[in-house]
Protein backbone atom coordinates (compact mmCIF):
# COMPACT_ATOMS: atom_id res chain seq x y z
CA UNK A 1 0.00 0.00 0.00
CA UNK A 2 1.29 3.42 -0.90
CA UNK A 3 0.10 6.17 1.63
CA UNK A 4 -1.60 9.93 1.09
CA UNK A 5 -0.30 11.71 4.05
CA UNK A 6 -1.48 14.97 5.52
CA UNK A 7 0.94 16.84 7.59
CA UNK A 8 -0.18 20.25 9.83
CA UNK A 9 1.96 22.67 10.54
CA UNK A 10 4.09 25.23 8.92
CA UNK A 11 7.74 25.67 10.69
CA UNK A 12 10.98 24.10 9.66
CA UNK A 13 10.12 21.39 12.06
CA UNK A 14 7.24 20.40 9.48
CA UNK A 15 9.60 21.41 6.45
CA UNK A 16 12.52 18.77 7.55
CA UNK A 17 9.15 16.08 8.57
CA UNK A 18 8.00 16.29 4.79
CA UNK A 19 11.37 16.42 3.14
CA UNK A 20 12.07 13.01 5.24
CA UNK A 21 8.55 11.51 4.10
CA UNK A 22 8.81 12.52 0.85
CA UNK A 23 11.97 10.27 0.67
CA UNK A 24 9.48 7.27 1.55
CA UNK A 25 8.96 5.02 -0.98
CA UNK A 26 5.41 4.35 0.51
CA UNK A 27 4.38 7.85 0.17
CA UNK A 28 1.26 7.99 -2.52
CA UNK A 29 0.87 11.65 -1.71
CA UNK A 30 2.17 14.43 0.67
CA UNK A 31 -0.17 16.90 1.28
CA UNK A 32 0.67 19.92 4.04
CA UNK A 33 -1.89 22.38 5.67
CA UNK A 34 -1.04 24.81 6.07
CA UNK A 35 2.75 24.73 5.12
CA UNK A 36 5.18 26.94 3.87
CA UNK A 37 7.33 28.25 1.12
CA UNK A 38 9.96 25.40 1.35
CA UNK A 39 7.45 22.90 2.17
CA UNK A 40 5.78 24.09 -0.87
CA UNK A 41 8.21 22.86 -3.26
CA UNK A 42 7.65 19.36 -1.95
CA UNK A 43 4.19 18.60 -1.22
CA UNK A 44 0.97 20.24 -2.10
CA UNK A 45 0.12 23.00 0.50
CA UNK A 46 -3.67 24.09 1.32
CA UNK A 47 -4.18 27.54 3.14
CA UNK A 48 -6.58 26.42 5.64
CA UNK A 49 -6.03 27.47 9.19
CA UNK A 50 -4.81 24.71 11.50
CA UNK A 51 -7.69 25.56 13.71
CA UNK A 52 -9.91 25.21 11.50
CA UNK A 53 -11.27 21.24 12.15
CA UNK A 54 -14.12 21.47 10.11
CA UNK A 55 -12.11 21.85 6.69
CA UNK A 56 -9.52 19.95 7.73
CA UNK A 57 -11.90 16.81 8.37
CA UNK A 58 -13.64 17.85 4.66
CA UNK A 59 -9.72 18.14 3.26
CA UNK A 60 -8.93 14.48 4.79
CA UNK A 61 -12.49 13.06 3.33
CA UNK A 62 -12.08 15.30 -0.05
CA UNK A 63 -8.21 13.82 -0.88
CA UNK A 64 -8.85 10.49 0.82
CA UNK A 65 -5.85 10.69 3.34
CA UNK A 66 -4.55 7.47 4.85
CA UNK A 67 -2.52 9.01 7.53
CA UNK A 68 -2.54 12.79 9.42
CA UNK A 69 0.66 13.88 11.24
CA UNK A 70 0.23 16.57 13.45
CA UNK A 71 3.70 18.34 14.19
CA UNK A 72 2.57 21.92 16.19
CA UNK A 73 0.96 21.15 20.04
CA UNK A 74 -1.95 24.08 19.95
CA UNK A 75 -4.38 21.99 17.38
CA UNK A 76 -3.38 18.75 19.70
CA UNK A 77 -4.22 20.35 22.83
CA UNK A 78 -7.47 22.15 21.53
CA UNK A 79 -8.45 18.25 20.44
CA UNK A 80 -7.84 17.90 16.90
CA UNK A 81 -7.25 14.10 17.07
CA UNK A 82 -10.33 13.69 19.00
CA UNK A 83 -12.70 15.61 16.65
CA UNK A 84 -11.16 13.93 13.73
CA UNK A 85 -11.45 10.49 15.34
CA UNK A 86 -14.85 10.86 16.06
CA UNK A 87 -16.09 12.87 12.94
CA UNK A 88 -14.31 10.51 10.38
CA UNK A 89 -15.70 7.08 9.08
CA UNK A 90 -12.35 6.37 7.79
CA UNK A 91 -9.56 4.24 8.64
CA UNK A 92 -7.19 7.15 9.00
CA UNK A 93 -3.55 6.68 11.01
CA UNK A 94 -3.06 9.45 13.87
CA UNK A 95 0.08 10.78 14.57
CA UNK A 96 -0.81 13.03 17.09
CA UNK A 97 -2.23 12.66 21.18
CA UNK A 98 -5.78 13.27 21.30
CA UNK A 99 -6.52 16.00 24.22
CA UNK A 100 -5.99 13.95 27.32
CA UNK A 101 -2.36 12.77 26.24
CA UNK A 102 -1.66 16.52 25.26
CA UNK A 103 -2.28 17.52 28.78
CA UNK A 104 1.25 16.51 29.55
CA UNK A 105 2.36 19.85 27.79
CA UNK A 106 -0.91 21.60 27.73
CA UNK A 107 -0.99 21.92 31.59
CA UNK A 108 1.77 22.18 33.36
CA UNK A 109 0.03 20.95 37.02
CA UNK A 110 -1.07 18.00 35.09
CA UNK A 111 2.62 17.51 34.11
CA UNK A 112 3.67 17.58 37.37
CA UNK A 113 0.91 15.64 39.64
CA UNK A 114 1.19 12.67 37.06
CA UNK A 115 5.09 12.69 37.67
CA UNK A 116 4.98 12.62 40.81
CA UNK A 117 2.13 9.88 41.15
CA UNK A 118 4.33 7.43 39.21
CA UNK A 119 7.61 8.71 40.64
CA UNK A 120 9.39 10.03 37.77
CA UNK A 121 11.84 12.23 38.57
CA UNK A 122 11.46 15.81 38.58
CA UNK A 123 11.71 18.88 40.67
CA UNK A 124 9.55 19.75 43.77
CA UNK A 125 6.96 21.89 42.94
CA UNK A 126 3.84 23.28 44.58
CA UNK A 127 0.65 24.56 42.52
CA UNK A 128 -1.84 27.63 43.28
CA UNK A 129 -4.42 29.12 41.70
CA UNK A 130 -5.60 32.77 41.59
CA UNK A 131 -7.36 32.44 44.69
CA UNK A 132 -4.41 31.23 46.58
CA UNK A 133 -2.12 34.03 46.39
CA UNK A 134 -1.24 34.60 49.70
CA UNK A 135 -0.28 30.55 50.04
CA UNK A 136 1.63 31.08 46.80
CA UNK A 137 3.90 33.96 48.99
CA UNK A 138 3.92 32.22 51.86
CA UNK A 139 5.38 28.85 49.87
CA UNK A 140 7.91 31.37 47.65
CA UNK A 141 9.18 32.16 50.99
CA UNK A 142 10.15 29.07 52.27
CA UNK A 143 12.30 28.15 49.09
CA UNK A 144 16.19 29.17 48.34
CA UNK A 145 16.11 31.10 44.94
CA UNK A 146 16.34 31.41 42.11
CA UNK A 147 12.08 30.19 41.99
CA UNK A 148 11.09 28.91 38.69
CA UNK A 149 7.20 29.78 38.46
CA UNK A 150 5.72 28.11 35.41
CA UNK A 151 1.66 29.26 34.24
CA UNK A 152 0.19 26.19 33.95
CA UNK A 153 -1.41 27.01 30.26
CA UNK A 154 -0.02 27.12 26.81
CA UNK A 155 1.64 30.90 26.84
CA UNK A 156 3.56 30.21 23.14
CA UNK A 157 7.15 29.46 25.20
CA UNK A 158 7.10 32.38 27.62
CA UNK A 159 5.34 30.96 30.04
CA UNK A 160 8.37 30.03 32.63
CA UNK A 161 9.89 32.23 34.96
CA UNK A 162 13.11 31.83 36.73
CA UNK A 163 13.27 34.66 39.40
CA UNK A 164 16.81 35.00 41.37
CA UNK A 165 15.12 36.84 44.49
CA UNK A 166 12.08 35.95 46.75
CA UNK A 167 10.83 39.95 45.80
CA UNK A 168 10.43 39.68 42.42
CA UNK A 169 9.18 35.67 42.85
CA UNK A 170 6.46 37.32 44.66
CA UNK A 171 5.83 40.30 42.10
CA UNK A 172 5.51 38.06 38.98
CA UNK A 173 3.12 35.31 40.86
CA UNK A 174 0.60 38.42 41.60
CA UNK A 175 1.15 39.53 38.11
CA UNK A 176 0.68 35.85 36.84
CA UNK A 177 -2.56 34.86 39.16
CA UNK A 178 -4.18 38.11 38.28
CA UNK A 179 -3.99 36.93 34.69
CA UNK A 180 -0.40 38.30 32.85
CA UNK A 181 -0.71 35.24 30.64
CA UNK A 182 -4.41 34.90 30.27
CA UNK A 183 -5.87 31.87 31.32
CA UNK A 184 -2.36 30.15 31.10
CA UNK A 185 -1.25 31.59 34.27
CA UNK A 186 -4.75 31.15 36.14
CA UNK A 187 -3.08 28.24 38.19
CA UNK A 188 1.01 28.12 38.51
CA UNK A 189 3.33 25.80 39.16
CA UNK A 190 6.26 27.24 41.45
CA UNK A 191 8.88 24.89 41.63
CA UNK A 192 12.33 24.38 42.54
CA UNK A 193 16.00 25.16 40.09
CA UNK A 194 17.51 22.33 38.90
CA UNK A 195 20.85 23.18 37.77
CA UNK A 196 22.69 21.29 34.93
CA UNK A 197 22.68 20.54 31.33
CA UNK A 198 19.92 20.04 29.12
CA UNK A 199 19.09 18.14 26.71
CA UNK A 200 15.77 16.10 24.61
CA UNK A 201 14.55 13.11 24.57
CA UNK A 202 11.72 11.98 21.63
CA UNK A 203 9.50 8.91 22.14
CA UNK A 204 7.42 7.57 19.45
CA UNK A 205 4.79 5.60 20.60
CA UNK A 206 1.33 3.77 20.03
CA UNK A 207 0.95 4.16 24.08
CA UNK A 208 2.24 0.31 24.78
CA UNK A 209 5.49 -0.06 22.50
CA UNK A 210 7.63 2.50 21.79
CA UNK A 211 10.93 3.45 20.11
CA UNK A 212 13.27 6.04 20.89
CA UNK A 213 14.62 8.59 18.59
CA UNK A 214 17.95 10.08 18.24
CA UNK A 215 18.84 12.61 21.47
CA UNK A 216 19.28 15.87 20.53
CA UNK A 217 20.02 19.33 22.23
CA UNK A 218 18.63 22.59 21.14
CA UNK A 219 19.93 26.29 21.91
CA UNK A 220 17.76 28.52 22.76
CA UNK A 221 19.58 32.17 23.60
CA UNK A 222 19.43 34.30 21.01
CA UNK A 223 23.46 35.37 21.87
CA UNK A 224 26.52 32.59 21.80
CA UNK A 225 27.52 31.01 24.89
CA UNK A 226 24.25 30.63 25.59
CA UNK A 227 23.97 34.53 26.78
CA UNK A 228 21.03 36.86 26.44
CA UNK A 229 16.84 36.63 25.42
CA UNK A 230 15.26 33.00 25.17
CA UNK A 231 14.28 32.41 21.40
CA UNK A 232 12.35 29.68 19.94
CA UNK A 233 15.51 28.26 19.26
CA UNK A 234 18.56 28.94 17.74
CA UNK A 235 20.09 25.41 16.39
CA UNK A 236 19.82 22.03 17.21
CA UNK A 237 22.99 19.02 17.10
CA UNK A 238 22.38 15.34 17.20
CA UNK A 239 23.74 13.19 19.18
CA UNK A 240 24.61 14.86 22.15
CA UNK A 241 28.12 14.20 23.44
CA UNK A 242 27.38 13.67 26.75
CA UNK A 243 24.91 11.21 26.65
CA UNK A 244 26.01 7.71 27.12
CA UNK A 245 24.84 4.39 27.44
CA UNK A 246 24.82 4.75 31.29
CA UNK A 247 22.76 7.80 31.14
CA UNK A 248 20.11 5.94 28.23
CA UNK A 249 19.67 3.45 30.05
CA UNK A 250 18.40 5.53 33.40
CA UNK A 251 16.27 7.60 31.31
CA UNK A 252 14.32 4.45 29.96
CA UNK A 253 14.02 2.91 33.06
CA UNK A 254 13.40 6.18 35.53
CA UNK A 255 11.25 8.00 33.44
CA UNK A 256 10.03 6.36 29.90
CA UNK A 257 8.71 3.18 31.28
CA UNK A 258 6.98 4.58 34.42
CA UNK A 259 5.71 7.12 31.85
CA UNK A 260 3.84 4.94 29.25
CA UNK A 261 2.74 2.77 32.64
CA UNK A 262 1.29 5.97 33.87
CA UNK A 263 -0.67 7.10 30.57
CA UNK A 264 -2.03 3.20 30.47
CA UNK A 265 -2.96 3.44 33.95
CA UNK A 266 -4.94 6.85 33.53
CA UNK A 267 -6.54 5.21 30.42
CA UNK A 268 -5.00 7.81 28.40
CA UNK A 269 -4.74 6.46 24.61
CA UNK A 270 -1.86 7.55 23.47
CA UNK A 271 -0.31 7.74 20.07
CA UNK A 272 2.48 10.43 18.90
CA UNK A 273 5.46 11.60 20.11
CA UNK A 274 6.65 12.48 23.39
CA UNK A 275 9.04 14.86 23.63
CA UNK A 276 10.79 14.64 27.12
CA UNK A 277 12.86 17.68 28.11
CA UNK A 278 15.50 16.76 30.50
CA UNK A 279 18.39 17.96 32.81
CA UNK A 280 21.11 16.18 34.17
CA UNK A 281 21.45 16.84 37.41
CA UNK A 282 24.71 15.36 38.91
CA UNK A 283 24.72 12.00 37.30
CA UNK A 284 21.04 11.86 36.89
CA UNK A 285 18.13 12.92 34.52
CA UNK A 286 15.21 14.92 35.59
CA UNK A 287 11.83 15.91 33.81
CA UNK A 288 12.23 19.78 32.88
CA UNK A 289 9.11 19.32 30.76
CA UNK A 290 7.05 17.14 28.66
CA UNK A 291 6.22 17.97 25.15
CA UNK A 292 2.94 16.01 23.02
CA UNK A 293 4.93 16.56 19.58
CA UNK A 294 8.22 16.91 18.33
CA UNK A 295 10.77 19.58 19.09
CA UNK A 296 11.95 22.72 16.82
CA UNK A 297 14.58 23.08 15.72
CA UNK A 298 15.48 19.52 17.52
CA UNK A 299 13.72 17.63 14.35
CA UNK A 300 15.52 19.72 11.86
CA UNK A 301 19.00 17.76 12.67
CA UNK A 302 17.38 14.47 13.79
CA UNK A 303 15.43 13.58 10.41
CA UNK A 304 18.68 14.08 9.02
CA UNK A 305 20.21 11.29 11.27
CA UNK A 306 16.84 9.32 10.85
CA UNK A 307 17.76 6.70 8.05
CA UNK A 308 14.74 4.50 8.35
CA UNK A 309 11.72 4.55 6.28
CA UNK A 310 9.45 7.51 8.23
CA UNK A 311 6.17 5.67 6.91
CA UNK A 312 7.11 2.67 7.88
CA UNK A 313 7.95 3.41 10.92
CA UNK A 314 4.84 5.04 11.60
CA UNK A 315 2.64 2.95 10.19
CA UNK A 316 4.76 0.07 12.39
CA UNK A 317 3.63 2.45 15.22
CA UNK A 318 -0.26 2.03 14.43
CA UNK A 319 -0.17 -1.48 13.80
CA UNK A 320 1.33 -2.04 17.12
CA UNK A 321 4.66 -3.83 15.31
CA UNK A 322 7.14 -1.02 17.49
CA UNK A 323 8.05 -4.12 19.41
CA UNK A 324 9.72 -5.49 16.28
CA UNK A 325 11.10 -2.68 14.56
CA UNK A 326 14.53 -1.18 14.70
CA UNK A 327 15.48 1.95 13.29
CA UNK A 328 18.42 2.94 11.37
CA UNK A 329 19.99 6.06 12.29
CA UNK A 330 23.37 7.40 10.74
CA UNK A 331 26.14 7.32 12.89
CA UNK A 332 27.00 11.07 11.34
CA UNK A 333 26.34 14.37 12.92
CA UNK A 334 24.13 16.94 12.56
CA UNK A 335 24.23 20.41 13.07
CA UNK A 336 21.30 22.64 12.70
CA UNK A 337 21.44 26.72 12.80
CA UNK A 338 18.56 29.18 12.93
CA UNK A 339 19.13 32.47 10.59
CA UNK A 340 16.69 34.79 12.58
CA UNK A 341 15.78 38.35 11.55
CA UNK A 342 17.35 41.32 13.08
CA UNK A 343 16.71 42.84 16.29
CA UNK A 344 14.39 38.57 16.95
CA UNK A 345 13.19 37.88 19.76
CA UNK A 346 12.42 41.83 20.45
CA UNK A 347 11.75 44.04 17.65
CA UNK A 348 12.03 42.62 14.43
CA UNK A 349 10.71 43.40 10.72
CA UNK A 350 9.50 41.54 7.78
CA UNK A 351 9.47 41.63 4.36
CA UNK A 352 13.64 41.27 3.67
CA UNK A 353 13.89 39.89 0.75
CA UNK A 354 15.90 36.46 0.59
CA UNK A 355 17.94 36.20 -2.06
CA UNK A 356 21.56 33.26 -2.52
CA UNK A 357 19.65 30.11 -1.46
CA UNK A 358 22.21 27.44 -2.85
CA UNK A 359 20.48 24.89 -4.56
CA UNK A 360 23.10 22.14 -4.67
CA UNK A 361 24.40 21.85 -1.18
CA UNK A 362 25.54 17.97 -0.46
CA UNK A 363 24.96 16.97 2.91
CA UNK A 364 23.45 20.82 3.87
CA UNK A 365 19.70 21.04 4.08
CA UNK A 366 17.82 24.33 3.92
CA UNK A 367 14.13 24.51 6.29
CA UNK A 368 12.07 27.19 5.55
CA UNK A 369 10.04 28.45 8.82
CA UNK A 370 9.60 32.34 8.13
CA UNK A 371 9.67 32.60 5.23
CA UNK A 372 6.62 34.04 2.50
CA UNK A 373 6.72 34.43 -1.26
CA UNK A 374 5.77 37.48 -2.77
CA UNK A 375 5.03 37.53 -6.44
CA UNK A 376 8.59 36.59 -7.40
CA UNK A 377 10.28 36.96 -4.42
CA UNK A 378 10.65 35.23 -1.08
CA UNK A 379 10.81 37.32 2.08
CA UNK A 380 11.42 37.24 5.57
CA UNK A 381 7.93 36.64 7.38
CA UNK A 382 9.06 35.84 11.21
CA UNK A 383 11.42 35.89 13.83
CA UNK A 384 12.66 32.59 13.06
CA UNK A 385 13.52 32.45 9.42
CA UNK A 386 14.88 29.53 7.96
CA UNK A 387 17.41 26.38 9.34
CA UNK A 388 19.96 24.86 8.15
CA UNK A 389 20.82 21.34 9.07
CA UNK A 390 24.01 19.78 8.02
CA UNK A 391 25.21 16.40 8.52
CA UNK A 392 29.80 15.98 9.12
CA UNK A 393 31.32 13.31 10.44
CA UNK A 394 32.37 14.92 12.95
CA UNK A 395 30.48 18.16 15.03
CA UNK A 396 32.81 20.95 13.57
CA UNK A 397 32.43 19.14 10.32
CA UNK A 398 28.60 19.49 10.64
CA UNK A 399 28.80 22.84 12.45
CA UNK A 400 31.19 24.19 9.72
CA UNK A 401 28.85 22.66 6.63
CA UNK A 402 25.62 24.79 8.15
CA UNK A 403 27.93 27.78 8.40
CA UNK A 404 28.95 28.12 4.99
CA UNK A 405 25.44 27.67 3.83
CA UNK A 406 24.49 30.63 6.28
CA UNK A 407 26.60 32.76 5.41
CA UNK A 408 25.67 32.61 1.47
CA UNK A 409 21.88 33.48 2.16
CA UNK A 410 21.47 36.58 2.22
CA UNK A 411 18.63 39.57 3.68
CA UNK A 412 18.53 42.55 5.57
CA UNK A 413 19.78 41.67 9.16
CA UNK A 414 20.49 38.14 9.21
CA UNK A 415 21.80 37.08 12.21
CA UNK A 416 22.73 33.56 13.49
CA UNK A 417 25.08 31.95 16.33
CA UNK A 418 28.22 29.91 15.11
CA UNK A 419 28.69 28.16 18.36
CA UNK A 420 25.71 25.52 17.98
CA UNK A 421 26.97 22.16 19.63
CA UNK A 422 30.36 24.22 21.03
CA UNK A 423 28.58 26.01 24.31
CA UNK A 424 29.56 23.79 26.54
P1 LIG B 1 9.77 25.08 29.55
O1 LIG B 1 8.90 26.13 28.95
O2 LIG B 1 9.09 24.20 30.54
O3 LIG B 1 10.57 24.37 28.50
O4 LIG B 1 10.89 25.85 30.37
C1 LIG B 1 11.73 26.72 29.70
C2 LIG B 1 13.11 26.62 30.24
O5 LIG B 1 13.12 27.01 31.60
C3 LIG B 1 13.68 25.21 30.25
O6 LIG B 1 14.22 24.84 29.02
C4 LIG B 1 14.74 25.35 31.32
O7 LIG B 1 15.91 25.96 30.78
C5 LIG B 1 14.13 26.32 32.29
N1 LIG B 1 13.55 25.59 33.42
C6 LIG B 1 12.30 25.13 33.53
N2 LIG B 1 12.11 24.51 34.71
C7 LIG B 1 13.28 24.58 35.37
C8 LIG B 1 13.75 24.12 36.64
N3 LIG B 1 12.95 23.49 37.50
N4 LIG B 1 15.03 24.37 36.95
C9 LIG B 1 15.84 25.03 36.12
N5 LIG B 1 15.48 25.49 34.92
C10 LIG B 1 14.21 25.27 34.54
N1 LIG C 1 12.98 22.89 21.25
C1 LIG C 1 12.00 23.17 22.22
C2 LIG C 1 10.62 23.04 21.79
O1 LIG C 1 10.33 22.62 20.68
O2 LIG C 1 9.74 23.35 22.58
Aim: net charge negative; glycine share 8%; hydrophobic share 40%.
Amino acid sequence: MKYKVLLIGSGAREHSIAWRLNKSPLLNKLFCIPGNPGIAQIAKCHPIQIEDFLSIKKFIEEHKIDLVFCGPEAPLADGLMDYLSEELQTKTIFIGPKKKGALLESSKKFAKEFMYKYDIPTAKYKAFNSTELNKAIEYIKLMTPPIVLKADGLAAGKGVIISPTHEQAISEIEMMLKGKFGDASKEVVIEEFLSGIEFSCFVLTNGTQYVILPDAKDYKKIGEADLGLNTGGMGSISPVDFVDIELKEKIIQRIVNPTLYGLQNEQIDYQGFIFIGLIIVGNDPYVIEYNCRLGDPETESIMLRLDSDLIELLVACDNHTLDDYSLVINKQYAATIFLVSGGYPEEFEKGKVISNIPHDTHSSFIFHAATKQVEKQLVTNGGRVISISSLGSSKEDALQKSIEIANQIKYDGKYFRKDIGFDL
